[in-house]
C-alpha cells in the first residue's frame, strides 16, 4: 500500500502451491493410506480467523521533518480479527495430487498509525491457490504451484505473482488422530500501479512469500458409498509477503526530492483456522 490514495479499500488474490495440500497430508493418519492406490477426491472448507498487519508509505511533504529535509517513511497498519471462509478440493491418485483453495473476499479496517488519530483504512482480501504435489513417504508430500495476491485500495491495485514450493507433514498420535505441519517459500513479482510507484518511478519490485501452518486433526471412515470419510483440523495459520527494494524519497526544501534509500514492506496475516472436509 504505497501513498495516501491507496488508503481507500483492498482486493487481494492469491494463487499458491499448498495452501489445501496438507489436508490431504493427513490421508495416512485416517487409514486412506492402506488401501491400494484408490482415487481420492476431497472437498471441504476452511474457517481463518485472522489478523492483517500492513504498510503504508507517506508522501514525502508528511514524512519525517530532519532540519530542513523530509524522508518519506513506511508506517504500520494493523486489522482488528476478521473471518475469511476458503472452500477447497483435491484430488489424489497414489503418491500423486493437486489441489486448489479460494479464499473469499474478506473486508477489514487497517488502524493507520501514520495518520493523525490513526484513521481507519478499509480493505478487502481475496486468496485463490493451485498445486500439485507428491508424497515421497507416506506422511511427507513436496508440492510446487504458483500464487498470485492483489490488493485493491481505491482505484490503486498492488499485484503478487510467482512460484511456490512447500513440504506437508503429518505424524499419527492416537486412532484418527494425527498433528500436521506445512512450510513453503515462494519467489513473486510484485506490479504496483503506476500512480503508487517508488521514488525512482518503479512499480515493478521482487517479493518474498513464507507460509507456516501446524495444528490437529481428525479423522474417521465412514461406511456411506459416497462420503468415504470425514477430517476436522484445527491450527495456526501464518503467512508473509515482504517486498523489497522500494525506493523512499527524501525532498529538499525547493520541493525536489531524490532517492534516499530502499525500504522493505512487510505484509503479514495470521490466526486460527479450522477446517471440515469429506473425502469421496
Known amino acids: 500500500m504505497a501513498s495516501d490514495n491507496m488508503k481507500q479499500s483492498s482486493r487481494a488474490f492469491k494463487w499458491g502451491a499448498w495452501a489445501v495440500a496438507w489436508g490431504l497430508a493427513l490421508a495416512p493418519a485416517v487409514g486412506l493410506a492402506d488401501e491400494p492406490d484408490p482415487w481420492l477426491f476431497s472437498a471441504g472448507t476452511k474457517l481463518w480467523l485472522n489478523t492483517w498487519d500492513s504498510w503504508s508509505t507517506h508522501p514525502t511533504g508528511t514524512g519525517v521533518a530532519l532540519g530542513t529535509q523530509r524522508y518519506q517513511v513506511v508506517q504500520a497498519m494493523h486489522s482488528g ?54 508424497y515421497v513417504v507416506p506422511n511427507v508430500a513436496l508440492t510446487l504451484g504458483y500464487k498470485q495476491l492483489t490488493q485493491t485500495y481505491g482505484s490503486d491495485r498492488f499485484r503478487w505473482a510467482g512460484p511456490l514450493m512447500g513440504v506437508n507433514t503429518s505424524a499419527a498420535v492416537a486412532p484418527g488422530w494425527a498433528l500436521y505441519a506445512t512450510a513453503g517459500l515462494g519467489a513473486m513479482q510484485a506490479q504496483f500501479p ?27 471412515a465412514l461406511d456411506n458409498p459416497w462420503v468415504r470419510s470425514l477430517a476436522f483440523t484445527a491450527g495456526y495459520r501464518v503467512q508473509t509477503v515482504t517486498t523489497t527494494g522500494y525506493g523512499l524519497a527524501q525532498t529538499a ?3 525536489s526530492s531524490t532517492l534516499n534509500t530502499r525500504g522493505s514492506l512487510v505484509d503479514t496475516t495470521q490466526g486460527l483456522a479450522l477446517s471440515l472436509s469429506a473425502a469421496f
Request: charged share 20%; proline share 4%.
Open 81 to 134: 480479527t476478521r473471518l475469511s471462509v476458503i472452500p477447497f478440493a483435491s484430488v489424489r491418485k497414489g503418491a500423486l495430487f493437486a489441489a486448489a483453495s479460494f479464499m473469499q473476499r474478506t473486508s477489514y479496517a487497517l488502524r493507520d498509525a501514520g495518520t493523525p488519530g490513526g484513521f481507519d483504512v478499509n480493505a478487502d482480501r481475496q486468496e485463490a491457490d493451485v498445486s500439485a504435489g507428491w
Open 194 to 220: 503506476q500512480t503508487q510507484s517508488d521514488a525512482q518511478g518503479k512499480h515493478s519490485f521482487r517479493a518474498g512469500y513464507r507460509l507456516g501452518e501446524f495444528g490437529i486433526a481428525h479423522g474417521m
Open 253 to 255: 526544501p525547493d520541493g
